[in-house]
């Protein structure tokens, strides 16, 4: 995979892209490609500027903007830096918000990003709130993620193990794992994670014998 990625990247750096809109597009996928590779370097020099390119042409209040906008965000969180990926990540929720209908479903992951972000910043009130609206949002739309949804069920429901809210975090882990349950044709990590979240609630509830059960 990274051989081709980087034979794009060359080919890219040699002129095979004339058209600005369609350079910002081919980096924005570069660098979330990079980004997912872990070679963040790379990552950020393409995200950067297809960012640029698209501030230039598109305006600094396109949808598009704001997503450049988030991918730099999760590229600062990636990077340990907390506060630039919170920042970020409001500026293109803010854009979001001014352009683009609720029920967008950039606008639930985006909420859900930041939800993660104050979590790791010890800010769980606000973790709370927006994971809640992230939620909110994804179950009312038409083009509901069910994967998405059940990803922010579990991140709330370990939030609020956390807090000492175990029969609300019971449910909503148990709902993320009838969603994320390792199947042959589908990934189990995410099942894994609503798992480890689930183990220290059913503790929490005095049910330490099927805490031991969901281990194995």
Same mark, same amino acid.
Request: glycine share 8%; charged share 30%.
């Given at each position: 995979v990274l051989d081709v990625v980087d034979a794009a990247a060359d080919d890219l750096a040699a002129g095979a892209v004339a058209d600005p809109e369609v350079e910002a597009t #081919? =980096? %924005?996928a570069l660098g979330a490609t990079? @980004?997912? @590779?872990?070679? *963040?370097?790379?990552a950020e020099r393409h995200l950067r500027r297809g960012f640029e390119i698209r501030r230039s042409r598109l305006g600094p209040r396109h949808p598009e903007t704001a997503d450049s906008l988030v991918n730099l965000g999760w590229l600062a969180f990636t990077r340990d830096d907390a506060a630039s990926a919170e920042q970020l990540l409001g500026e293109g929720l803010a854009i979001y918000r001014a352009t683009l209908d609720e029920?967008?479903?950039?606008?639930?992951?985006?909420?859900?990003?930041?939800?993660l972000v104050l %979590?790791? *910043?010890?800010? *769980?009130?606000?973790?709370?709130? %927006?994971?809640?609206?992230? *939620? =909110?949002? &994804?179950?009312? &739309?038409?083009?509901?993620?069910?994967?998405? #949804?059940? @990803?922010?069920?579990s991140r709330l429901g370990s939030l609020l193990a956390t807090r000492g809210q175990a029969s609300e975090?019971?449910?909503?882990?148990?709902?993320?794992l009838e969603v994320l349950a390792p199947t042959p044709d589908r990934a189990h990590v995410r099942a894994v994670e609503a798992m480890v979240g689930l183990a220290p609630v059913l503790q929490q509830l005095g049910r330490a014998t099927e805490a031991v059960t969901l281990a194995e």
């Open positions: #081919v =980096r %924005t990079y @980004l997912g @590779l872990g070679r *963040l370097d790379e029920h967008d479903p950039r606008i639930a992951s985006t909420l859900h990003d930041i939800g %979590t790791h *910043l010890g800010r *769980l009130d606000e973790a709370e709130g %927006t994971y809640r609206e992230s *939620l =909110r949002l &994804s179950e009312a &739309s038409s083009q509901v993620d069910v994967v998405a #949804v059940a @990803l922010t069920r975090a019971e449910r909503l882990q148990r709902q993320a």
